[in-house]
């Protein structure tokens, strides 16, 4: 099969496609075909080095994909040949024809999901779960600003957020992004580009402030972001791309919280109960995963530095078939 092998941590083009040989499923384990496989933020930094702990050389990145079961290891129960299911994490990188996965890093994909959307769901979508639900405690008609809602990730904190009855303000960098970020269910959109634009959601929300804020860049807005919060506000840092600046003074005045996330640190409980919400929220239709651009395998450098652009609207996937 081919699959994207990298040799040596570094720049884009590090990414190179090989001929290797195909996984074959051990006790508990499956073998899926994929038909697209997800492209994030996270396969830059640790393809670049910066999060080499996660990744062993030589390997092949990727840890979303989505496709069709096609062998079984002894042992497994809840799986088998045929089943359509996306992967949130894998034991052989998704960036590739076929990957290998433990049973439960497979998960049921259900019919008018569409392989390309299901390879935009295990990073963007548990990223934003845990966010809201395991760190930020989120509550039905609480106040959220998700910033970048453009992207991955804020797409799925929209529509999470929205099928859990909460308010949403989204913060996006374009008119494409606004249009976006109102289909996918905000209430209300703000650009980030515009001096001053945090001050807009005292109106908002009626001078109440932010119970919630997604922060998907910290280094950039953390500062300003604490001046918005309600008391007792929670503040979510998902991404991060550099130092930042703040004043103590703003956190301690509204008793704000401060969150660090990061999907790496997740339990196998948090794990299961993060794929059973989505799962469930994909079947009744409140979750629908925007696919923006689909690539060839042999363009993952391309991909991956389209992914770090900041006018990045939905989820890159990148496609091993002729068809996702």
Avoid at 70 to 88: L, M, N, P, S, T
Avoid at 235 to 261: N, Y
Wanted: with cysteine; aromatic share 4%.
């Amino acid at each position: 099969m081919q699959a994207i092998v990298v040799d040596r941590f570094g720049d884009p083009e590090v990414l190179l496609l090989k001929e290797v040989a195909d996984p074959v499923p051990g006790e508990g384990q499956v073998l899926v075909r994929l038909h697209a496989a997800g492209v994030n933020p996270v396969d830059c930094y640790i393809r670049s080095g910066s999060y080499a702990q996660h990744a062993h050389l030589p390997y092949t990145p990727g840890l979303d994909g989505a496709g069709v079961i096609e062998a079984v290891g002894a042992g497994v129960k809840h799986r088998q040949v045929g089943d359509r299911v996306y992967i949130a994490w894998s034991l052989t990188g998704t960036y590739a024809e076929k990957v290998l996965c433990t049973e439960y890093q497979t998960h049921p994909l259900p019919e008018g999901i569409s392989f390309a959307q299901g390879a935009a769901i295990g990073v963007p979508y548990g990223a934003a779960f845990r966010a809201l639900f395991q760190k930020a405690h989120a509550l039905p008609g609480e106040n959220l600003l998700v910033h970048g809602a453009s992207g991955g990730v804020g797409i799925a904190a929209i529509q999470l957020a929205r099928a859990a009855g909460l308010w949403v303000i989204a913060t996006v960098g374009s008119e494409e992004g606004r249009q976006l970020a109102l289909k996918t269910g905000a209430h209300a959109v703000l650009n980030h580009h515009e001096a001053n634009h945090l001050a807009k959601t005292n109106e908002l929300t009626c001078g109440h402030g932010l119970d919630i804020l997604l922060e998907m860049l910290a280094n950039a807005n953390l500062g300003e972001d604490l001046g918005a919060m309600a008391n007792g506000g929670r503040l979510v840092i998902v991404g991060s791309r550099g130092k930042v600046e703040i004043d103590p003074r703003d956190a301690m005045q509204k008793e704000s919280v401060i969150f660090g996330m990061s999907l790496f640190n997740a339990t196998e409980q948090e794990r299961a109960s993060m794929h059973a919400a989505l799962v469930a929220g994909l079947a009744n239709g409140t979750l629908r995963p925007v696919v923006s651009r689909q690539l060839k395998l042999a363009e993952a450098a391309q991909a991956h530095r389209e992914v770090m652009a900041t006018h990045t609207l939905g989820k890159i996937v990148l496609v091993p078939e002729v068809e996702a």
